[in-house]
């Protein structure tokens, strides 16, 4: 599976973004989808990541309540709706994709390369 992520950019605090996650190689149903970040001088992060079939879903404590993680699996696209965005949202954002075998997923088989997003405050 290849991934491709877009949708990065420098907005304000307070604004939205939304980050789509395009795959190719594989149809992304028969994978879970996530997202990470890294900011700098960190270790990369877990955001959220998505049942195959959309169902269940997951996501980290800091970005609860203002991400929402979706999938549309007939346009092999994941996304990562974000409001409310706050300055320690700054990272490098990556798509994941995860086999089915295990829920939530323990591993993550493939990445995508990473869109910057910035805040300002």
């Known amino acids: 599976v290849q991934l491709q992520a877009f949708g990065g950019g420098t907005v304000q605090a307070g604004d939205s973004l939304r980050l789509s996650c395009v795959a190719s190689g594989r149809a992304i149903s028969t994978q879970h989808m996530a997202w990470f970040r890294q900011a700098p001088g960190k270790e990369r992060e877990f955001v959220a990541v998505?049942?195959?079939?959309?169902?269940?879903?997951y996501y980290s404590g800091s970005v609860k309540s203002r991400f929402t993680i979706s999938r549309d699996n007939a346009k092999n696209t994941v996304y990562l709706q974000m409001n409310s965005l706050k300055p320690e949202d700054t990272a490098v954002y990556y798509c994941?994709?995860?086999?089915?075998?295990?829920?939530?997923?323990?591993?993550?088989?493939?990445w995508g390369q990473g869109t910057q997003v910035t805040v300002s405050s």
């Open positions: 994941a994709a995860a086999s089915i075998t295990n829920w939530p997923p323990s591993r993550y088989d493939y």
């Open positions: 998505v049942r195959e079939i959309g169902i269940s879903r």
